[in-house]
């Protein structure tokens, strides 16, 4: 009767089984497939070194009488097999029940999975996932400098453009008008209405103000104004006709609306062209002082108060917001698709100039690298033990005998080395033993 247990290797026992819980693949079929051949024909190996020692022992005790130089091989034999069993014994014995008998502390990882995982996974926690640990990793990998390397192919910013394009289009495409109604209607607009809106509206004029920003509008404004009143001389006949009285007669209305007109183009003009008229510095006056009154708690702020929350409060605001994002969208989403356009372009652009940085400045990366440590050593620091339960919890997950059988698969070939080492060193032992037991006295 042979005492290896089964040459099969641990894909033919899950083919055996019937419906169990599938475990997850750390490799591909074809790296199974390697690892099963070699664990056979290295339990080959071992059972037939066994089955060596047998058969010698067998004949030396059949046809000598075990003197002299057959003593040394009888008693190499058999202690090689005692040796190979024992050994078998103890591998089989880490995966399963050997020869089937239920024999107490065998069958050791099935039995015990769930507690190896959890030590497993302790170990790896205390050891490994420990903030000086991994920040000094991090530190020594140069991540900014080979992120730079990488960066700076053209294909690789060809993908990182793609994958963002990609990204965006996933987001607009799941986020519908429906929600951005009710977000505008439930949310941001009663959060408007019960903010104080005339302080903002105040500090934004007086901004405005102080950076000379409004001037432009100003120039467009009595700019066009002049350039209409060119070309339009009658409003102003109109005008003078209307207000002056019946008996008047008409070569003074036209005196009149020749002088007014003359005087107001070229007051338009003045203001037009004297960044300092007075026009302007009483604008800018009555600006700061809007700007006051609206930061301050006066009546004209509660008015604004009152006008800006009835504004917030029409219907269409709402429809406003929603053609402004179907118009973002329609934007976003012609960038996304137009892969020579411009928005492309400068995205590669600053991605080669970011990947040039950090490839050429060695403070930036330092920098950046130190950053990346620092952050990573605090998130292990205070998450280590949640992330290592990743493997107790996964290892929970497994069935025992499947689990077993995979362990063996990865380490089983190396663990046979165990009882092929027992073979040898057990004939050795014998053989030292026998000379022993000749040279003592009585021997």
Not at 159 to 177: F, N, P, S, T
Not at 255 to 268: F, G, H, I, K, Q
Not at 307 to 336: F, T, Y
Not at 418 to 438: K, P
């Amino acid at each position: 009767m042979s005492i290896e247990p089964s040459a099969a290797g641990p894909q033919e026992h899950r083919a055996a089984r019937d419906e169990r819980p599938a475990l997850a693949r750390a490799g591909s079929e074809a790296e199974d497939r390697a690892r099963a051949d070699a664990l056979r024909r290295m339990r080959v190996l071992a059972t037939s070194l066994l089955a060596l020692a047998a058969v010698v022992f067998l004949l030396v005790h059949l046809l000598t009488d075990m003197t002299g130089v057959w003593g040394f091989v009888a008693r190499a034999s058999e202690a090689a097999m005692i040796g190979a069993i024992a050994d078998w014994f103890a591998v089989t014995a880490l995966f399963r029940h050997p020869l089937g008998l239920p024999i107490p502390h065998t069958a050791i990882i099935p039995r015990k999975k769930d507690t190896l995982g959890t030590s497993l996974s302790h170990f790896v926690a205390v050891n490994f996932l420990q903030s000086s640990t991994v920040s000094a990793k991090i530190r020594s990998a140069e991540l900014t400098r080979r992120a730079g390397d990488w960066l700076i192919e053209p294909r690789n910013q060809d993908i990182v453009v793609k994958r963002a394009g990609q990204g965006l289009e996933y987001v607009l495409a799941r986020v519908d008008d429906t929600a951005i109604a009710d977000l505008t209607r439930n949310v941001l607009v009663p959060k408007l209405v019960s903010t104080r809106k005339s302080r903002a509206l105040g500090m934004l004029i007086r901004e405005i103000v102080d950076e000379g920003a409004h001037h432009h509008l100003v120039d467009l404004v009595v700019g066009e104004a002049h350039a209409w009143l060119s070309q339009n001389p009658q409003v102003i006949d109109d005008i003078v006709q209307q207000k002056s009285p019946d008996w008047a007669p008409r070569f003074v209305n036209d005196v009149v609306a020749n002088r007014l007109r003359r005087e107001v183009l070229e007051w338009t003009a003045d203001v037009r062209d004297d960044r300092f008229h007075r026009a302007r510095q009483a604008l800018d006056a009555w600006l700061v002082e809007l700007s006051t009154d609206l930061r301050g708690s006066t009546a004209l702020s509660a008015r604004a108060e009152q006008v800006l929350d009835g504004l917030l409060q029409e219907d269409g605001v709402v429809d406003a917001v929603l053609e402004i994002w179907s118009s973002l969208k329609r934007l976003l989403r012609a960038a996304v698709l137009e892969d020579d356009g411009p928005v492309h372009a400068r995205v590669r652009a600053l991605l080669t100039e970011a990947a040039t940085r950090m490839r050429t400045d060695r403070t930036f990366a330092q920098d950046m690298d130190e950053r990346i440590a620092t952050v990573a050593g605090d998130l292990v620091e205070s998450f280590g033990p949640e992330i290592a339960s990743v493997i107790s919890d996964t290892i929970a997950q497994w069935d025992a005998e499947e689990a077993s059988d995979r362990i063996e698969l990865y380490v089983g070939k190396d663990l046979q080395y165990i009882r092929i080492n027992g073979t040898v060193i057990g004939a050795l032992v014998g053989l030292a033993i026998h000379a022993l037991t000749l040279v003592l006295p009585g021997g």
